[in-house]
T-cell receptor, first 113, second 114 residues
Framework: GQQVMQIPQYQHVQEGEDFTTYCNSS?????IQWYKQRPGGHPVFLIQ?????EVKKQKRLTFQFGEAKKNSSLHITATQTTDVGTYFC?????????????FGRGTQLTVWP | NAGVTQTPKFQVLKTGQSMTLQCAQD?????MSWYRQDPGMGLRLIHY???????DQGEVPNGYNVSRSTTEDFPLRLLSAAPSQTSVYFC?????????????FGPGTRLTVT
């Protein structure tokens, strides 16, 4: 069954507003990855977090990994129409093969001008 | 590099028919996976492989077979198609680089079973 929960499922924002999606696991994650999928496209890797409490930034995107390595978040500052898409978190659970990922159901972001 | 390629892009099958979805990568990646994506369900792992000759089941393996005779190719076989297998199928490959296992996805195959 689904081992990585992601909320919210949908988010509609006006351009310029901030956006956050949250990812929670029932078990400790050795690492967590984030992907973006544009409408009609395929998932594209954004970043991987490994360390407890890690924070990484990519321009307007901020990624955090929780201290207990069971949750993560992606925050977008001042959204733009180019941010439209579905954002997925994914992670292998402890003891599983690292090439095997469990994906969250994703947060679909809509940005209107 | 072409990256990860998938064929066909679209396919319509009748219930009970069989077919093979092709996936190939030219990056010499050790890991390859098959996912299906259904509305609101995210990406669910069907089968994966950690190298040539080694495969294992994911979350939703029933009705699908895989084999990995070479590093490059990882075909997915539908044994007897059912309407519940209507979905978008993505193949992905990855490798370990300094502890990072970034997955590269193919463009997908949209399958409809009537």
């Amino acid at each position: 069954g689904q081992q990585v929960m992601q909320i919210p499922q949908y988010q509609h924002v006006q351009e310029g507003e901030d956006f956050t999606t949250y990812c929670n696991s029932s078990t400790t994650l050795s690492n967590i990855q984030w992907y973006k999928q544009r409408p009609g496209g395929h998932p594209v890797f954004l970043i991987q977090l490994v360390k407890s409490g890690e924070v990484k930034k990519q321009k307007r995107l901020t990624f955090q990994f929780g201290e207990a390595k069971k949750n993560s978040s992606l925050h977008i500052t001042a959204t733009q129409t180019t941010d439209v898409g579905t954002y997925f978190c994914a992670g292998p659970t402890r003891g599983s093969t690292l090439g095997r990922l469990y994906f969250g159901r994703g947060t679909q972001l809509t940005v209107w001008p | 590099n072409a990256g990860v390629t998938q064929t066909p892009k679209f396919q319509v099958l009748k219930t009970g028919q069989s077919m093979t979805l092709q996936c190939a990568q030219d990056m010499n990646h050790e890991y390859m996976s098959w996912y299906r994506q259904d509305p609101g369900m995210g990406l669910r792992l069907i089968h994966y492989s950690v190298g040539a000759g080694i495969t294992d089941q994911g979350e939703v393996p029933n009705g699908y077979n895989v084999s990995r005779s070479t590093t490059e190719d990882f075909p997915l076989r539908l044994l007897s198609a059912a309407p519940s297998q209507t979905s978008v199928y993505f193949c992905a490959s990855s490798y370990s680089r300094a502890g990072t296992y970034e997955q590269y996805f193919g463009p997908g195959t949209r399958l409809t079973v009537t």
